[in-house]
């Protein structure tokens, strides 16, 4: 069965601080992968998306991610995290070739400190 | 700008009680989702529609019904409200293909007492 962990329940790290939030997928096939934001009251904003081609991807607001077919993950990074950042992250994987249904992870809240 | 909508941010309900959650897309997309979010268990799929008048069930429907009888809505209806339905409920709508990006609404924070 298709499933998404993500190993992290709580992240937190210091303004300008690197970051990388771990994903972990069991598919069969060649999975599609996103990461998505969720910012405090507010529905999840798709940050970037891997569906094949050149294995690190680009995304909005600095955010980038790797996919390692080898390590089943796609794990999102980011050089520098503004405070802006703080919010909660979940990878997904695409069910279905055609449905768009998507396998949510448990999601990772990050926090920043000043 | 595609905008997902959801016809209440907040809403108190009783126990028993016939519940309708609304959503709307302005896109034109086939698909339309609806999710449960839960502490530590992230989104977990309840029903979704790939068209007019189609549903299938996802991972959780037991306790929830849908209704999608224009494209661009697609209603969630909890038949006999419980507290164990107390949740954040999003909706979302995508074109069609798996390569297509999801976008949701902001959620309803549903209380049933």
């Known amino acids: 069965a298709q499933s998404v962990t993500q190993p992290d329940i709580h992240i937190t790290v210091s303004e300008g601080a690197s970051l990388e939030l771990r994903c972990n997928y069991s598919?069969?096939?060649?999975?599609?992968l996103f990461w998505y934001v969720q910012s405090p009251g507010q529905g999840l904003q798709l940050l970037l998306k891997?569906?094949?081609?050149?294995?690190l991807v680009q995304g909005i607001k600095g955010f980038e991610a790797e996919f390692k077919r080898s390590q089943s993950s796609f794990n999102l990074r980011k050089p520098s995290v503004h405070w802006s950042d703080a919010a909660e992250y979940f990878c997904?994987?695409?069910?279905?070739?055609?449905?768009?249904?998507?396998?949510f992870g448990q999601g990772t809240t990050l926090q920043v400190k000043p | 700008d595609v905008k997902v909508t959801q016809s209440s941010r907040y809403l108190v309900k009783r126990t028993g009680e016939k519940v309708f959650l609304e959503c709307v897309q302005d896109?034109?997309?086939?698909?339309m989702f609806w999710y449960r979010q839960d502490p530590g268990l992230g989104l977990r799929l309840i029903y979704f529609?790939?068209?007019?008048?189609?549903?299938e069930k996802g991972d959780i429907p037991e306790g929830y019904s849908v209704s999608r009888e224009k494209k661009e809505r697609f209603s969630l209806i909890l038949e006999s409200a419980s507290t164990n339905q107390t949740s954040m409920y999003l909706c979302?709508?995508?074109?069609?293909?798996?390569?297509?990006?999801?976008?949701f609404g902001q959620g309803t924070r549903l209380t049933v007492v």
């Open positions: 979302a709508s995508s074109s069609m293909g798996g390569r297509a990006e999801a976008f």
């Open positions: 598919y069969g096939a060649t999975p599609y």
């Open positions: 891997y569906f094949s081609g050149d294995t």
């Open positions: 997904a994987v695409g069910a279905s070739s055609n449905t768009g249904k998507l396998i």
């Open positions: 896109m034109d997309h086939e698909n």
């Open positions: 529609s790939y068209d007019v008048k189609m549903k």
